[in-house]
């Protein structure tokens, strides 16, 4: 079954950092690119970085450039965010998804809240 | 900042057609992919390089752009449809400017 799994996600105070992983199975996953997009409370979809094959290219919406490093581990399958100076206005729902300029496989989301 | 824009909602009967669109500058030279978001779950991809269904996809979805404009159609909408939809694109830079519409709520009641 292809399948990607998040995990990471917790309760965390401005300025913080928090590192979120993405295991994948049941696809080859060193042919895929990987994406990360958010969903604030009540808010719509946002994409927020992506990483390709072998690790070497990575974008990142503005917001996030400078704060947040996309990463992956082709043998361990898994993907991950490293956040750091973390603000109000990072709190949401983070999924990791397939990329093959669609998404077409998605996880289920990892819950960020940035508060004090 | 590239945008692509979706009105906030639109409102069927089950079994009429609902559309939403999706407008943005880039669209005449990028695909547009749709998902469909169910309340509380992760967003599903209905609609790949403008109008190409996923396996599993029902075929009332079906989608198609012109110029500018970017459409999906649910023909004889369900109330199983009712969810909020996302057009997604880049522009036309090729410097990987993913963007999402802000979503469109489809009532189907």
């Known amino acids: 079954e292809v399948q990607l799994v998040e995990s990471g996600g917790d309760l965390v105070q401005p300025g913080g950092s928090l590192r979120l992983s993405c295991v994948a199975s049941?696809?080859?996953?060193?042919?895929?690119?990987m994406t990360w997009v958010r969903q604030a409370p009540g808010k719509g979809l946002e994409w927020v970085a992506n990483?390709?094959?072998?690790?070497?290219?990575?974008n990142y919406v503005d917001s996030v450039k400078g704060r947040f490093t996309v990463s992956r581990d082709n043998a361990k399958n898994s993907v991950y965010l490293q956040m750091n100076s973390l603000r109000v206005e990072d709190t949401a729902v983070y999924y990791c998804?397939?990329?093959?300029?669609?998404?077409?496989?998605w996880g289920k989301g990892t819950t960020v809240t940035v508060s004090s | 900042s590239y945008e692509v824009t979706q009105p906030p909602s639109v409102s069927v009967s089950p079994g009429q057609t609902a559309r939403i669109t999706c407008s943005g500058d880039?669209?005449?030279?990028?695909?547009a992919y749709w998902y469909q978001q169910k309340s509380g779950q992760a967003p599903v991809l209905v609609i790949f390089?403008?109008?190409k269904r996923p396996s599993g996809i029902p075929e009332r979805f079906s989608a198609s752009t012109s110029g500018t404009m970017a459409t999906l159609t649910i023909s004889g909408a369900q109330v199983e449809d009712e969810a909020d939809y996302y057009c997604?694109?880049?522009?036309?830079?090729?410097?990987?400017?993913?963007?999402f519409g802000g979503g469109t709520k489809l009532t189907v009641l």
């Open positions: 998804a397939r990329d093959r300029d669609d998404m077409d496989v």
């Open positions: 990483i390709n094959h072998d690790g070497h290219e990575k």
């Open positions: 390089e403008d109008s």
């Open positions: 997604y694109s880049t522009d036309s830079s090729g410097n990987h400017n993913w963007v």
């Open positions: 880039a669209l005449p030279k990028r695909y």
């Open positions: 049941g696809f080859p996953f060193t042919r895929y690119w």
